[in-house]
């Protein structure tokens, strides 16, 4: 659960970085995907007990149009929503499914806060 | 932590919450151009009503008393403007999100997706009324 997850989370965060610069113009929108990424990536990592993180790397190509990008990135962000909450209810223990929770919790809002950026009138 | 317990301690988060947006929703609807505040302000009241009674009922269900609401709460600072009431809103939907959280660590299956769906409702919210998206909602510490 935990090995998966680190792979998802750094696999966002790596999108977020490889797209900031194939799209400097995006960079403001992608550094934090970066950011929480390797935040909840390193929270899980220290989370690991006598297990190995996987070496695989996963990885998402950046789109060559930024709309698209953003679009991918969305799709994304909702996929490690789904799968974090997912984590969440199959987790055994408590605290482990308490960051799930969280770490669901804030690409929802970042989900949602990228949905209404893209909408608003200056797009 | 039994389920009823987590369960109590949402309830009681919500009471707050409710008493909060009251007192902000007073604010707003003097303040003069706070009418996309005051609508916010009337969503996010509705959905913690809603929570409130979604409590209320699972705990009355299993047997448990619902803990009452105080007569009145303290605000942690005035608020008379809408810059500070959109304030206590952030703090007001950060706070429930962590017993939330709490609730989330305490529980299983049924009850764990309902105060997981809580939770990510009040992070919602708390970036709705200004937050950045911070990567650990309702974990305090981290």
Redesign the interface.
Known sequence: LVVDAIASEEALGNFGARAAKTHRQLATLLRPVQARGEAHAELLRAALVNVEPSRVRLTTRVPRAEQATRTKLVALISNAEQRRLADCLASESGSLARVFASMSASHAAAGTLMRETSAGPSQ | VNSIAALQSCLAAEHAALYGYGALGGVLAGVSGGEPDLARARSSYAAHRELREDLTARISGAGALPVAAAAAYDLPFAVRDGRSCRRLARLLEQRA?SVY??A????V?EI??F??AA??G???R??AWGAD???????PE?
């Not at chain 2, 989330?104 to 529980?107: E, G, I, L, R």
């Not at chain 2, 998206?133 to 974990?139: G, H, K, L, Q």
């Open positions: 999100a959280g709490l989330v660590a305490a529980t299956e764990r997706a105060t997981a939770l990510r009040c992070a919602l708390e970036v998206v911070e990567p650990f909602p309702a974990i981290l």
